[in-house]
C-alpha cells in the first residue's frame, strides 16, 4: 500500500475504495494508554456554572489490542478547573505535581505526540433522534509513571518538539 493510500485524503469520484475496517470502536470500561495526536482551541459556549470562555480540544488515540478508538477531550481554560488542565500535564510526564503546586506555564505545543495512561468509562447519550447512543470518556487521568516506559509505551512524556508543533497551531 502507497503512502498516499494510508495518508486521509479526499476521495475522487472515480477513485478505488477500499474498507479497511476501520470503524467506531467503543472501548470497555477500563485503563489504557493513549496518544495525544491533536489539539485544537475552541471556544466553550458557557453554561449554568462558567461563562463562555476559551477551551483546548485534545484529540487521543487509545489502542485496545490492535484497534483504535478516538476520544475527544475538552480542557475548559477557567480559574476553578485549573486542576483538569495539570492532570492532563501530569499523566503525560510534562509537569510534575510539584512544579504545578509552585505554578506552571502549560507547555501546550508539547502535547501533540505525548502518551499517558487514563480510565476510560463508556457514557450513554441521548442522540439527535432520541435514541440512546454510547461514546468513551475519560474518567480519570493517571500521573505519569516512569515503568511505563521500561514497559515499552514509546514516546510517554517526551511530547513533539516545539519546532514540529508551532506554538500559534495549538494555543
Known amino acids: 500500500?502507497?503512502?498516499?493510500?494510508?495518508?486521509?485524503?479526499?476521495?475522487?469520484?472515480?477513485?478505488?475504495?477500499?474498507?479497511?475496517?476501520?470503524?467506531?470502536?467503543?472501548?470497555?470500561?477500563?485503563?489504557?494508554?493513549?496518544?495525544?495526536?491533536?489539539?485544537?482551541?475552541?471556544?466553550?459556549?458557557?453554561?449554568?456554572?462558567?461563562?463562555?470562555?476559551?477551551?483546548?480540544?485534545?484529540?487521543?488515540?487509545?489502542?485496545?489490542?490492535?484497534?483504535t478508538s478516538t476520544v475527544k477531550y475538552d480542557l475548559i481554560m477557567w480559574t476553578s478547573l485549573h486542576w483538569k488542565i495539570t492532570d492532563v500535564f501530569c499523566a503525560v510526564g510534562l509537569v510534575t505535581r510539584d512544579q504545578a503546586k509552585k505554578g506552571y506555564a502549560p507547555p501546550w505545543p508539547q502535547l501533540v505526540g505525548s502518551t499517558g495512561r487514563a480510565r476510560f468509562v463508556v457514557e450513554e447519550y441521548t442522540k439527535k433522534d432520541g435514541t440512546t447512543g454510547q461514546s468513551n470518556k475519560v474518567d480519570k487521568f493517571y500521573d505519569y509513571d516512569p515503568a511505563f516506559d521500561q514497559q515499552g509505551i514509546s514516546g510517554m512524556g517526551g511530547g513533539a518538539s516545539k519546532e514540529s508543533t508551532p506554538w500559534e497551531d495549538v494555543f
Open 1 to 67: 500500500m502507497s503512502d498516499y493510500a494510508s495518508t486521509p485524503h479526499e476521495i475522487g469520484w472515480d477513485d478505488e475504495i477500499i474498507d479497511d475496517g476501520g470503524g467506531f470502536h467503543l472501548l470497555e470500561d477500563g485503563d489504557y494508554n493513549f496518544t495525544i495526536v491533536s489539539t485544537e482551541r475552541g471556544r466553550f459556549p458557557g453554561g449554568a456554572k462558567i461563562p463562555a470562555c476559551n477551551k483546548m480540544i485534545l484529540t487521543l488515540n487509545v489502542d485496545d489490542e490492535g484497534k
